[in-house]
């Protein structure tokens, strides 16, 4: 499976939340608030075989 494809679910929630509050580089704010989505999303990208 290709990478991009793995996880639609996680990814597209982790997304949204990076695009309501920031990119983790740009604000903190995100990487508290999203630090349980990518951490969802990296486990289900696990799965898969993929390490990120």
Known sequence: MISCCAC???KKVRDDCF???????ESSESTIKCAD????????????????
Request: aromatic fraction near 12%.
């Open 8 to 10: 639609p679910d996680t």
């Open 19 to 25: 695009l309501r509050f920031g990119l983790p580089e």
């Open 37 to 52: 989505l990518v951490l969802a999303h990296k486990a289900c990208m696990a799965q898969y075989g993929y390490q990120i």
